[in-house]
């Protein structure tokens, strides 16, 4: 079950398909060349896959917390869901807390209301946190050099109904040379750590971004470049 709160459905649903079949999602925007069979037939194939899978998405732009609890337990008890994916605590927000609330307060409740969520359901549940990135110049604040789990706001206060913290780092979006942005513009590195305080696992990955996708980085390739 996925809450998306930035993209709608149908674009989801695109990304996804054209990801898993290896073909850019925005191949009809720079070339004006008619898609070749062969790949037409791997979208169908694709397209069979996603169809029949138990896969539910829902998109609201303003989703409240209690709303995305009650919507999440309707699914369980219709469809038997195994895994939640919510797109991102920054969006949701907490009617309970009231307008007068700190955004502390409410990011709390959000966090709370879904460790309880996934205890009670007894599922796995991915949140999405985004970190401000120095690429991003309107941000008064932004994290420099590689992000850790004590980049997410209010860690000191949240971090403990987190099981798992993992973050995505991309090094091309902190340097300013052009010719090692080059270098490093596939390099993404996958760091998980447990909590703020405790030692974390990194793995390196290339990232393809035509068609939005992780690949992890063979050690055989590595020794030999």
Not at 71 to 92: C, M
Not at 166 to 175: A, D, L, V
Not at 179 to 187: D, P
Request: charged share 25%.
């Amino acid at each position: 079950l996925i809450f998306s709160m930035e993209l709608k459905v149908t674009e989801i649903v695109r990304r996804m398909l054209f990801s898993r079949s290896h073909l850019d999602p925005f191949y009809r925007d720079r070339k004006f060349h008619p898609v070749c069979k062969a790949n037409l037939w791997r979208l169908a194939e694709e397209v069979k896959k996603i169809v029949s899978s138990r896969l539910f998405i829902e998109e609201n732009m303003s989703f409240g917390i209690d709303d995305l609890v009650n919507t999440a337990k309707h699914h369980q008890r219709e469809n038997h869901i195994g895994f939640i994916a919510i797109d991102s605590l920054q969006l949701l927000r907490s009617p309970s807390c009231g307008c007068q609330s700190s955004p502390k307060a409410e990011i709390v409740d959000v966090v709370s209301k879904i460790k309880h969520l996934a205890l009670e359901l007894n599922l796995p549940i991915l949140l999405i946190v985004n970190v401000p990135r120095k690429s991003s110049p309107w941000r008064k604040e932004h994290v420099k050099g590689m992000p850790l789990a004590h980049h997410i706001k209010y860690h000191d206060t949240i971090d403990g109904y987190f099981d798992t913290i993992t973050t995505i780092y991309q090094p091309k979006y902190y340097t300013e040379d052009e010719g090692q942005f080059r270098a490093m513009q596939s390099l993404a590195k996958i760091i998980i750590c447990k909590s703020p305080r405790i030692s974390f696992h990194q793995t390196d990955f290339h990232f393809d971004k035509k068609i939005m996708r992780f690949f992890e980085v063979d050690e055989s390739e590595r020794y030999f470049s």
